[in-house]
């Protein structure tokens, strides 16, 4: 097969996933398909015999396109947010192209892409990408030229700016604090099924090397091992059912969250991304200097 050929079908088997990453990072219709058309012209341009995960490459181009083009949006003030809005709303409306229409119902609307204009453009990139499509920390430093740990710590603002949405989307904080609470009580009990109702089917679960470590330690006998990615309700729902018995509500930075904290001292955070009344993401964090970085309120006690 010719190598252009080959190129641009594979190109095209990524596109819907590109399409997804790029209008979550720029939320317009139009400068995602300006992305896309620049990667490909990068891709068309480049070497990429040694590259291994053509997948991952592909990715890493659009964030880095995308990032360009959010700072040029910056530089010249533009505000996009009308036409942000217009472009959800026309796209439902006519219903013309079904992969747009697609990735649109599958965004997270356009009140919270208002909330997602206040960020800057590497907290915007380093949230997307890992809390939307499990991209880990140490891919996104290079992108945002930081370290890992500081583009975690990217990462972990903006979903402080997220979950804080309440005044732009209307969210009730009220309302999370009992999600957490429903949740942990849920686990501790191990009721699967009200866990199920608590979880978004596309939840992503994330944890720490140290909290797999500490996990794999006190594994009791025939529960599921917790790995580094989980995906998807019923797998997530089976890793914390039965456990985070002695779990307890917290503010994690300000948001509702919990803590595992047997001796007094924080071992472990739970810290929960919740949209409209269901938990689309956790990360789970056990590492000692991260956790030293964190302010952590027990409700609790």
């Not at 945002?144 to 979903?159: C, K």
């Not at 904080?173 to 942990?184: C, D, K, L, P, Y």
Request: charged content about 25%; proline content about 5%.
């Amino acid at each position: 097969m010719d190598d252009a050929i080959w190129l641009a079908e594979t190109f095209e088997s990524h596109r819907s996933h590109l399409r997804a990453v790029a209008y979550r990072m720029l939320g317009s219709d139009s400068e995602t398909d300006d992305a896309l058309q620049e990667a490909w012209l990068r891709l068309s341009r480049a070497d990429t015999s040694d590259v291994e995960n053509l997948g991952g490459w592909l990715t890493t181009v659009v964030a880095r396109v995308c990032l360009d083009m959010l700072r040029s949006r910056r530089s010249r003030h533009e505000e996009p947010l009308a036409e942000n809005v217009a472009d959800v709303t026309a796209v439902h409306r006519v219903g013309a192209d079904p992969e747009r229409e697609a990735v649109l119902a599958d965004s997270i609307g356009p009140a919270l892409l208002v909330v997602l204009d206040t960020l800057t453009p590497p907290e915007r990139l380093a949230f997307v990408l890992h809390d939307m499509f499990a991209v880990p920390f140490e891919e996104i430093a290079p992108i945002v030229e930081r370290t890992p740990a500081a583009a975690r710590q990217l990462a972990s603002r903006a979903r402080r700016r997220v979950q804080g949405a309440d005044r732009a989307t209307g969210a009730d904080q009220g309302r999370r604090h009992e999600v957490v609470g429903a949740f942990i009580a849920a686990a501790r009990d191990g009721e699967f099924d009200k866990l199920l109702t608590l979880l978004d089917p596309d939840v992503v679960l994330r944890a720490d090397a140290a909290a797999v470590e500490a996990a794999t330690a006190n594994q009791a006998a025939g529960a599921p091992l917790l790995s580094s990615l989980v995906r998807g309700s019923s797998p997530v729902a089976k890793v914390f059912a039965g456990r985070a018995r002695t779990a307890q509500r917290a503010l994690i930075d300000g948001a509702p969250g919990a803590v595992w904290a047997p001796d007094g001292e924080p071992r472990a955070v739970f810290d929960f991304l919740i949209v409209d009344g269901r938990i689309v993401a956790i990360e789970l964090l056990a590492d000692p200097e991260h956790l030293a970085q964190l302010e952590i309120v027990f409700l609790d006690r």
